[in-house]
């Protein structure tokens, strides 16, 4: 079954939306950096913590997270930062 919206594994990265994680002191540059990056296509990546196993069963009733999909979290001052950079609807 072909899903309404589906990721196009071929996009590349266009620009950062908001500031790197150096910039915004929530790395320590050795395992990994939350980030958040506009794709060539207009979708958005976001890098940070797979935490889709800990939050499965206390998830609000209307979400769910696909075998395909993963819950990322990412600190609270990087969509803040992105804000900007982000159009509105």
Known sequence: MA???EADPSALF?????????????????DGCPDIWQLDNGDV???????????QGRLPEDVT???????????GIMPSS??????DA
Not at 14 to 30: M, N, P
Not at 82 to 87: E, G, L, N, T, Y
């Open 3 to 5: 899903l309404p919206w």
């Open 14 to 30: 266009a620009r950062r939306l908001g500031k790197s994680a150096a910039e915004l002191g929530t790395t320590d540059g050795e």
């Open 45 to 55: 990546a976001v890098i940070g913590r797979d935490l889709a196993a800990a939050y």
């Open 65 to 75: 997270v696909g075998a395909h999909e993963r819950l990322v979290i990412i600190p």
């Open 82 to 87: 992105a804000k900007a950079d982000i159009p």
